[in-house]
């Protein structure tokens, strides 16, 4: 079994790596718009979106645990955990805002047109972190190359709405 750490680019040989890594991220992004409608559904079904949220959160987080179990990765400990800042443990209210959100607007929006949306905040937000080198990334300035690759999935979100 491969563990996270040990997973890269030598795990798949030669130049099938990029492709096989990026097919891997693209079935991902499918799994979220996947998500998304099975979370719009069972918010139908239970008549809530906050229980909705709730049991993604929790079939995620019995995912994850299934997964540090496969692995074989050594459980938390306070060793572990003291090594870490206290902002690195507040992506979950983000993910929690990610899915609340989505929730609510894919009934009102569609599922493509939250998708894209998401994809443009996201691309937003990524281009601001890496200009200024936010939260400890490298620091990759906002190039017009990058800033129109930006407006084109701005452009993209109004063609969808269409």
Known sequence: MVSASQWNEDA???ACANIVF??????AGVSVALQQILNTNLRAELGSPWWAGFASYF???L????A??????????????????WISWTGGIFGAIFIG????MVPRLGAATVLALIVVGQ???SLAFDHFGLLGIPQQSATPVR???????VFGVLLIRR
């Open 63 to 66: 995912t994850m645990l299934a």
């Open 59 to 61: 079939t995620g987080t």
């Open 101 to 104: 959100t989505a929730i609510l």
């Open 68 to 85: 540090i179990v496969v692995s074989g990765q050594p459980w938390l400990s306070t060793a572990m955990a003291a090594r870490t800042s």
């Open 147 to 153: 800033l129109a690759g930006a407006v084109l999935l």
């Open 12 to 14: 798949v040989p030669g």
């Open 123 to 125: 691309m937003i937000g």
């Open 22 to 27: 990026a097919l891997l991220v693209v079935g």
